[in-house]
Every structure is written in structure tokens, then in C-alpha cells.
């Protein structure tokens, strides 16, 4: 028997086939507002002056950010910068303590695909349940809820305060 390849818990990737124009794809993650509309209760995003970004205005690398999700309490808050995209994407930054998150849109046999790389997991054991385990498993979901929208479905999002997802 051959040896067994460790798993590497630094990374992972979330594919999912979107049926739009790529232009609305990007769309979806460049402003405050469309942000909420599939992603966040609480998008907020601040330029590297200080200046708070217009709901409707793209988010630019070196805003910093503050989220906040439906089904979670207030103070659990991700806090962010937003980074030049590498070559290939069309947003990259920094997911507080979670490592990198990168974003494109790659087309496989004739099928666009949005692609989200998160890089850059801490290593201890807490951190690969959280991070590796945690953000898998809600990236999945939220990308499922943006196809969803865009596509014309229901939004998937528990938004009924007194259902804790805690």
C-alpha cells in the first residue's frame, strides 16, 4: 500500500456553474447593496481614507470592510480589506482571520463557473474546523443563494432574527 497524502486543511475551492452574463456575475460582489441582496445583512465599506463607500459604489483594493449576516447576533462582525485582485480574478481580500478569499470566473466544456479560492487557513486545529470546515461549508451555501437570485429563484437566507444560527 502506498502511503497516504496528508490532507491540506490551508485551502479550499467552491465551484458553482452560473447561467448569466459574466458581467452580472461581478456585479454581484462589487457594491454594498448587491451584496445584501444575496450575501450579507451588513455590507459596509470604507476607502483607505476613512470615507464610508456609497451603497451603490464599487468597492476598490484597500477598503477595509464590515459584515454582518442574517441569523447571526450583531456583535459577530467579519472585518476585512479588500486587495488587487491576482491575475484571473475579479476581487480578492483578506477574510478577517480566515485567510484570503479569491474570486473568478473560469468557463469548463462551454459552462461558466464562479470559483472561490480561500488560502491562507491558519493551522491549528480550532482554526480548520472554523475556517476550513466553517467557511466550506458558507460559501456553498451563499454561492448556491447568489445562482439562485440571479436565476430568478427565492433568496435562501434565514432572515427571521429570533432563529439563531449560533
Known amino acids: 500500500m502506498g502511503e497516504r497524502k496528508k ?17 452580472k456575475i461581478i456585479e454581484a460582489w462589487m457594491t454594498p447593496k448587491i451584496l445584501e441582496n444575496w450575501f450579507l445583512r451588513l455590507a459596509e465599506f470604507s476607502t483607505g481614507n476613512g470615507e464610508k463607500r456609497k451603497r451603490d459604489e464599487n468597492i476598490q483594493p484597500g477598503d477595509s470592510y464590515r459584515w454582518q449576516w442574517y441569523g447571526w447576533p450583531d456583535n459577530i462582525e467579519e472585518h476585512g480589506e479588500v486587495l488587487h485582485p491576482e491575475e484571473g480574478e475579479f476581487l480578492r481580500f483578506i477574510f478577517g482571520k480566515a485567510g484570503k478569499v479569491g474570486v473568478r470566473i473560469v468557463e469548463e466544456n462551454g459552462q461558466q463557473i464562479l470559483r472561490l479560492v480561500q488560502e491562507n487557513i491558519p493551522q491549528d486545529e480550532e482554526s480548520i474546523m472554523n475556517f476550513y470546515v466553517g467557511c466550506k461549508t458558507g460559501w456553498t451555501f451563499y454561492m448556491l443563494n447568489l445562482k439562485s437570485i440571479l436565476q430568478g429563484g427565492p433568496d435562501l437566507r434565514n432572515k427571521r432574527s429570533e432563529l439563531q444560527m449560533d
Open 7 to 23: 490532507l491540506d486543511w490551508s485551502s479550499f475551492t467552491v465551484n458553482i456553474p452560473i447561467d448569466n452574463p459574466r458581467e
